[in-house]
């Protein structure tokens, strides 16, 4: 139980376009969810936590017009790059908490290569 | 501020030998801790977790854990590493239900044949 579907695992795109990262829970409602971004070898570090109908609330020095996300229901949140740059490639990764024994569970991550 | 410090950036041992995999936190009330571990390419496996009750925490693939408050650290330990344990190895906390977790910089574990 509580799986997180995360689509796509990679993809590469041109500077400038803007590419959609979608994070689905499978088999339970995550009001909220985490986007995180991992750097080669390096820790995953929070850009921004998203709630279910609400504003995404963003970590200080994430670009809130860069990486938009959206919860619009219990079981999808997406995060969009938008003006993609070859600095924004990296490994994106999602995450939802469930159940009252505070699990967190992952999606697969998305590597995101921008040329 | 709750943070999480992972202080070897990679743990080296040997088939067969015990390893430690070395955690501290710092948070503001009471802490809930993780473990989870990474593959090349991969999202995260959940290893174990304390949120409370025993100090030593039993996870999967016979790992564990003990909290211990008083040198607020909490070292993933295994009796016997086998070479498919290779892999990076991830401390992380939180301090209050619902919010994300933070993490260590992760620990690098090479298992040798």
């Known amino acids: 139980g509580a799986v997180v579907s995360q689509h796509p695992s990679r993809v590469i795109c041109k500077s400038g376009t803007s590419v959609k990262i979608e994070c689905r829970s499978l088999?339970?409602?995550?009001?909220?969810m985490f986007w995180y971004r991992q750097f080669p070898k390096k820790s995953l570090m929070l850009m921004a936590t998203?709630?279910?109908?609400?504003?995404?609330?963003?970590e200080q020095g994430v670009e809130k017009d860069k990486f938009l996300i959206n919860h619009a229901s219990l079981t999808l949140s997406t995060l969009t790059v938008t003006s993609a740059h070859p600095e924004d490639s990296s490994f994106y990764i999602c995450?939802?908490?469930f159940g009252q024994g505070g699990g967190y569970t992952f999606g697969s991550g998305t590597r995101l290569t921008v040329v | 501020a709750q943070s999480v410090a992972q202080p070897e950036d990679q743990v080296n041992v040997a088939e067969g030998n015990p390893l430690t995999v070395k955690c501290t936190y710092s948070?503001?009330?009471?802490?809930?801790l993780f473990w989870y571990v990474q593959y090349p390419n991969r999202g995260l496996q959940f290893l174990l977790k304390?949120?409370?009750?025993?100090?030593l925490v039993k996870g999967s693939y016979g790992f564990e854990a003990e909290f211990n408050k008083s040198q607020t650290s909490f070292h993933l330990k295994k009796p016997s590493a086998l070479v498919s344990d290779s892999a990076l190895y991830f401390c992380?906390?939180?301090?209050?239900?619902?919010?994300?977790?933070?993490f260590g910089k992760g620990t690098t574990l090479s298992v040798s044949s």
């Open positions: 995450s939802a908490s």
């Open positions: 088999d339970f409602q995550a009001t909220t």
């Open positions: 998203s709630n279910e109908g609400s504003k995404a609330t963003y």
């Open positions: 948070v503001s009330g009471n802490p809930y």
């Open positions: 304390y949120i409370t009750g025993d100090n």
């Open positions: 992380a906390v939180r301090d209050q239900a619902g919010t994300a977790l933070i």
